[in-house]
């Protein structure tokens, strides 16, 4: 079946630094979906990639799909403590079943 | 607008219990998902409905049963519990918006332990 990897699984920053995230998925996907998760919460939608190649931005964070569909990254720049949790793909392959990449979990250190 | 809500938020079973899980949402979506979160997992698909009277199986679906008799409300069972079945119980509705499905409404969770 699909996959839709994850990766890092963890990442540490120092406040201020950087992060990213990279969701690859085994097949072409139609659409592809961002949630973040704060600790003891529940997935909060972000941002959905519809186009080939699309790049969109959210303040600090930018999000980008691939021009095969396979792909895609979360970028923040300068992160802040407020950015703490676990950012989630979700991928969807042209119907209503989506699939969750493992997440990733920020750390950020003041 | 109450958006996505669950119960229970917490429940804990003994091995061979039986409970149910109520998700309810008051967004009109047609579809809706049940996912269990295990650390390090992410989120697995249950079972999903694409309508009222509907239901489908989705990546881990054994030892659960779901009922979506009214379009608001999305059921999930365990007829027998284990404790494997021990996770994060969340529910989540959604739309169609013709290429798919739209944003992913996510209820606050329930926590079930099964001892």
């Known amino acids: 079946g699909q996959q839709v990897m994850q990766i890092p699984q963890y990442q540490h920053v120092q406040e201020g630094e950087d992060f990213t995230t990279y969701c690859n998925s085994s097949?072409?996907?139609?659409?592809i979906q961002w949630y973040k998760q704060r600790p003891g919460g529940h997935p909060v939608f972000l941002i959905q990639?519809?186009?080939?190649?699309e790049v969109k931005k959210q303040k600090r964070l930018t999000f980008q799909f691939g021009e095969a569909k396979k792909n895609s990254s979360l970028h923040i720049t300068a992160t802040q403590t407020t950015d703490v949790g676990t950012y989630f793909c979700?991928?969807?392959?042209?119907?209503?079943?989506?699939?969750f990449g493992r997440g990733t979990s920020l750390i950020v250190h003041p | 607008n109450a958006g996505v809500t669950q119960t229970p938020k917490f429940r804990v079973l003994k091995t061979g219990q039986s409970m149910t899980l109520l998700c309810a949402q008051d967004?009109?979506?047609?579809?809706m998902y049940w996912y269990r979160q295990d650390p390090g997992m992410g989120l697995r698909l249950i079972h999903y409905s694409v309508g009222e009277g509907t239901t489908a199986k989705g990546e881990v679906p054994d030892g659960y049963n779901v009922s979506r008799l009214k379009k608001q409300n999305f059921l999930l069972g365990l007829e027998s519990a284990a404790p494997s079945q021990t996770s994060v119980y969340f529910c989540a509705s959604s739309y169609s918006t013709g290429l798919g499905i739209g944003e992913q409404f996510f209820g606050p969770g329930t926590r079930l332990t099964v001892l």
């Open positions: 979700a991928g969807l392959r042209g119907s209503y079943i989506p699939t």
């Open positions: 967004m009109n979506h047609e579809y």
């Open positions: 990639l519809v186009k080939s190649g």
């Open positions: 097949t072409t996907l139609s659409n």
